[in-house]
Nanobody, 126 residues
Framework: EVQLVESGGGTVQVGGSLRLSCRVSGTTFDRHEMEWWRQVPGKKCESLVARTGRDREIYYRGVASGRFQFSIDDDKNTMYLQMNRLRPEDTGEYFC???????????????????WGQGTLVTVSP
């Protein structure tokens, strides 16, 4: 069974940094497209960055480009999202996921596809 467990959320001041972790079990990274998603208030679920399985290509989307960095430690079966220069509008719930789809819906929607972590909250205070 594929399981993903996030950690590392919390409260940080504007301009600060956080590193989210996602420990994966029951599979290996190369078998899946791995992603980080987020749910911020008033918006639909948003994909931030994706890493393809076999080719290991990383694609940053929108707000993640230039401020966020995706990485994987295969030895620890853990992937990370380093978030820098955080803004109040980055406040929300962050999810790691494998082979996921959740476009135009809430991240916790029953219609979402793939394997998801439980989510971790990030609060950026002014």
């Amino acid at each position: 069974e594929v399981q993903l467990v996030e950690s590392g959320g919390g409260t940080v001041q504007v301009g600060g940094s956080l590193r989210l972790s996602c420990r994966v079990s029951g599979t290996t990274f190369d078998r899946h497209e791995m992603e980080w998603w987020r749910q911020v208030p008033g918006k639909k679920c948003e994909s931030l960055v994706a890493r393809t399985g076999r080719d290991r290509e990383i694609y940053y989307r929108g707000v993640a480009s230039g401020r966020f960095q995706f990485s994987i430690d295969d030895d620890k079966n853990t992937m990370y999202l380093q978030m820098n220069r955080l803004r109040p509008e980055d406040t929300g719930e962050y999810f790691c996921a494998a082979d996921a789809s959740a476009h135009d819906m809430e991240c916790r929607s029953e219609r979402r596809l793939g394997h998801w972590g439980q989510g971790t909250l990030v609060t950026v205070s002014p």
